[in-house]
């Protein structure tokens, strides 16, 4: 028989994570959300990343510029976008989701 699909917490993936930060710096830039003087001052915060049941990857996190404004971001199956949320939204969907999914309950 098939093996089982579970899902993953990918949080401490730190490959994964760089590669997700550079792919969504230029979707950023390309967008005009930053700009190459943003990067020194850029600073990023997770809030989940795992693998899925069907092996695609979800994750939610933020850019937040020297300015103090946040840029959220999301990546579902293979897309990045920009997402209008608020700081109460962003931990409010990241508890939500580690209730949602046992395997992010163990960041």
């Not at 962003?90 to 992010?104: A, G, I």
Request: aromatic share 12%; hydrophobic share 40%; net charge negative.
């Amino acid at each position: 028989m098939g093996e089982e699909r579970r899902e993953i917490n990918l949080m401490g993936d730190n490959d994964l994570r760089i590669r997700l930060l550079d792919s969504s710096v230029a979707y950023c830039i390309n967008l005009n959300y930053l700009t190459k003087n943003d990067l020194p001052y850029l600073t990023v915060e997770f809030g989940y990343i795992f693998k899925r049941a069907d092996g695609f990857i979800e994750a939610l996190y933020k850019f937040i510029k020297r300015d103090g404004e946040i840029i959220y971001l999301a990546l579902q199956e293979k897309a990045i976008m920009r997402i209008d949320f608020n700081e109460t939204l962003f931990y409010k969907t990241v508890s939500d989701m580690k209730k949602m999914h046992p395997c992010l309950a163990t960041d």
